[in-house]
């Protein structure tokens, strides 16, 4: 759920910046905040899941049909997330400035939000799949 907000939050800085005025640099700075805070949330809840509950579904996937679901989309996922976070929490800094009369910093902006909208897209495919995997394990049994 807060990686869909950070998602949909990137798509619309994404969108203000392509459109930058002085009128919307206030949103601009609030909607990278919000984006910025949904990944930080998405990233403890998710790790939470991860060290307390993930434990039952590894094993369900690695004995399946599915094995490479732990084995590529997990282990993957895990270091994109590290990634993301990064740049999550520059889209705020880089965002801090008035992007109307700074091309330079306008592209930054739009570079930023196309890359985390494109991680986000990434992590949600391969959570899918791991999902799948783990569903693939049940179905084996």
């Known amino acids: 759920m807060f990686g869909v907000g950070c998602l ?22 609030k909607v990278s905040l919000t984006a910025a805070a949904s990944m930080w949330l998405a990233f403890v809840f ?6 307390n509950f993930y434990k039952a579904d590894k094993a369900v996937i690695l004995k399946g049909p599915w094995p490479f679901a732990h084995n590529f989309f997990m282990e ?14 520059y889209l705020p800094i880089v965002a801090a400035t008035n992007l109307a009369p700074n091309k330079d910093a ?3 902006v739009l570079w930023v939000a196309g890359l985390i909208v494109m991680l986000t897209l990434m992590m949600e495919g391969h959570g899918a799949m791991i999902a799948m995997g783990v569903k693939m394990g049940l179905l084996a049994r």
């Open 46 to 51: 998710g790790g939470y899941w991860y060290v």
């Open 8 to 29: 949909l939050a990137s798509v619309w800085v994404f969108v203000e910046a392509l459109n930058a005025s002085p009128t919307n640099q206030a949103r601009i700075r």
């Open 76 to 89: 993957s996922k895990e270091h994109l997330v590290i990634m993301l976070l990064l740049l999550v929490t």
């Open 106 to 108: 306008r592209r930054m």
